[in-house]
């Protein structure tokens, strides 16, 4: 009866967690099948799919397009949310700083179809064009919000008291900033930079309805699936599947490094 009582909790777990990743393995196991039918069982293995995937220039341009699209997310919204994060935790009045805390969460909470409809209408009413900027502002939007709440979490126990020392001794608030405050915040920022990375990388709603005629890697397999799927499709939905474990391992392991 222990014994049962024991693995049923297990069991159940397993199960979530396959319903939760077998389609994901599906994928990555379709992409190295040298059958161009996604059915079972495999004939055989191969990296052939990558290579037509990166033959492709259509991918080549989509993955460069998402790739420069989540380094101008990371930096923006590392920058900005770290800022805004900062200046959070030190205004006095809790009421505000809770109602400041929501009111930048806001864009997680509503749905990316609205926030991308929006963005389209407003950049329509003020003349701008569809294109990459217009989807990089959209990115810097949707991952503002999770950017501030993880900055937020980890500047809760940030020791002020060491700035009012560096004062006293004479620190301008840049050399405090430069010499303290940065290097003491820095593993978090970047943590939270590269979690800006990945779901900028995944970004495909409100990617659609503001980059007009250029690609990227999630548009680019919208189009593609519409024709049917093939596994150059299994491939690069790996190499993006990659990309973003990478991002996220390496977000969770440098945010570990508490601020002092």
Known sequence: MVRASRALPAAFVGLVIAYLYAPIAVIVIFSFTTSPRLSMPIEGLTLDWYASAFDNPLIATALQNSLLLAAVSALLSGVVGAAFAFWLVTLKRARLRAALLTASLMPAIVPLLVIGIALAVAFRAVGMQQGLLNAAIGHILVSLPFVVLTMNARLETFDFSILEAARDLG??????????????????????????????????????????????????????????????????????????????????????????
């Open 171 to 260: 620190a301008t608030p840049a050399r405090a900033f430069r010499d303290i405050t940065f290097p003491l915040i820095r593993p978090s920022v970047i943590g939270a930079a590269m979690l800006a990375a990945a779901l900028s990388l995944d970004e495909f709603v409100v990617t659609w309805f503001n980059v007009g005629n250029q690609q990227t890697v999630p548009v680019l397999v919208w189009g593609l699936m519409r024709r049917g799927i093939d596994p150059s499709i299994n491939a690069i939905a790996t190499i993006l599947l990659g990309l973003l474990v990478c991002l996220v391992i390496a977000s969770n392991i440098i945010n570990r490094r508490k601020v002092k």
